[in-house]
């Protein structure tokens, strides 16, 4: 089992930025992959990015290709989500998840002026 903890969330203007971080318990981070999911009031989750075990392959939803970045760093057990660009449709719960199952809390992100 992975425990997650996201943290980085907060209130942004439209066009701003944020970084979001996810860090893992455990040595066992760096064998899975891992995701990056939101939620938005009143909708379903949805995946947002990912990223392979070694940090070489990444995938990203049409919605927010070019405006962000998933990235890890296996030696601190952390994910990051770099988020450009910031929209109001950006504003969601952000969770991580990882291949092996678990979840984050997750962290608000709000994108209003």
Known sequence: QVQL????????QPGGSLRLSCTASGSIFRLYSMRWYRQA??????FVASITSGGVLTNYAD???GRFTISRVNTKNTL??????LKPEDTAVYYCNS????WGQGTQVTVSS
């Open 41 to 46: 009031p009143g909708k379903e989750r949805e």
């Open 63 to 65: 919605s927010v290709k």
């Open 99 to 102: 291949a092996s199952g678990d």
């Open 5 to 12: 903890v996201e943290s980085g969330g907060d209130l942004v």
């Open 80 to 85: 990051y989500l770099q988020m450009n660009s």
